[in-house]
């Protein structure tokens, strides 16, 4: 089991960007380490990790949850590095934010602390989102932004996006600040990679929100259109093999923030890109959505993350492509 390249945990395995992280390093020669989260209710089923090519020599499953960041201590054990992907996600607000929050800080820092119990992590990739950066009172002035800026927690308090789940937004914000100032104070050698909305296929079983909310006009989901106004996209796979390369990074080169966005995108654009590209779809024409209101994001720049070397493989148009075919194959689109 522990051939090869080495061992790697994810966290988070059975979600969207974990799981075809996973895919990746399987395919690349690492064994890894998965964690997915217990239900007291019901079997998780981890079947699409367990078929995939290589899992049956050098895949294992963890039950560990952030609510237990105790949990963690197995599947990080003997690792040499560790992608934190795992967050608690709550777009309903069903749990005031205080709660969602809490659980997000104190497991990371908890996962965190295992990491340097285990003295073989030499480095350590957590995923935040560009709901840590983009808003805050700068986001109607400014066209771009990049690691250098970061969410308001008031500002998005202020905002109300219950419906969007502010919790998330402000989860993501404190829990990155918190990792990254554990590992300054601890010497842990950590980076934090910042994605938008992530597009393309998936092998999970479950519709991923991202995908869903940037199909919304393939969907007819009118009550998301709003979201999609100006926004950044990424491939999944690009995510995930930025994921890789910053690991891989020499050390020196490789630190702090790094947004990882290949396109920033209309709403009028994506109207006429998937129209063109899908024209038996009911997609709704660029004029017809001039009235949309919403959050218009700026735009994100990827230019550290680039300077250091890594190359987007994936258009705006194979992104769409991708995730369309793979919701019909999945039986999410007719």
Not at 242 to 255: D, K, N, V
Not at 285 to 298: C, H, N, R, T, V
């Amino acid at each position: 089991m522990e051939g090869g390249k080495g061992s790697l945990c994810v966290t988070g395995g059975t979600g969207f960007i974990a799981s075809w992280l996973v895919m990746r390093l399987l395919q690349q020669g690492y064994c890894v380490h998965a964690t997915i989260r217990t239900h007291p209710e019901q079997i998780r089923d981890t079947s699409f990790l367990t078929n995939l090519p290589g899992a049956n020599e050098r895949l294992k499953i963890f039950k560990a949850d952030l609510s237990n960041p105790d949990s963690f201590y197995a599947a990080i054990e003997g690792c040499k590095g560790v992608f934190h992907v795992a967050t608690p996600i709550d777009f309903e607000d069903r749990e005031p934010a205080e709660v969602i929050v809490n659980r997000a800080v104190e497991g990371t820092l908890g996962i965190l602390k295992a990491c340097l119990k285990s003295k073989t992590v030499r480095r350590v990739v957590y995923t935040s989102s560009a709901s840590a950066v983009v808003h805050n009172n700068k986001s109607k002035d400014v066209k771009v932004m990049d690691e250098s800026f970061w969410s308001d927690v008031d500002y998005i308090r202020a905002l109300n996006l219950k419906h969007f789940g502010s919790s998330y937004m402000i989860s993501k914000t404190l829990t990155e600040k918190a990792v990254l100032d554990f590992a300054a104070q601890h010497g842990l050698d950590l980076v934090t990679l910042i994605p938008p909305f992530v597009v393309g296929p998936f092998i999970c079983p479950k519709l991923p929100g991202s995908v869903r909310t940037s199909l919304a006009l393939v969907f007819g989901n009118r009550e998301e259109y709003g979201y999609l106004l100006n926004t950044s996209m990424a491939h999944v796979d690009d995510v995930a093999m930025a994921h890789i390369f910053l690991l891989e990074h020499p050390e020196a080169a490789a630190s702090g923030r790094y947004v990882c966005s290949s396109h920033n995108i209309t709403l009028a654009e994506v109207a006429q890109i998937l129209s063109s590209t899908y024209p038996e779809l009911p997609i709704p024409s660029p004029e017809s959505l001039a009235e949309i209101e919403g959050y218009k994001s700026p735009g994100l720049s990827s230019r550290k993350l680039l300077d250091s070397g890594f190359k987007f493989k994936y258009g705006i148009e194979e992104m769409f492509d991708e995730a369309i075919k793979c919701c019909k194959e999945k039986g999410y689109l007719k």
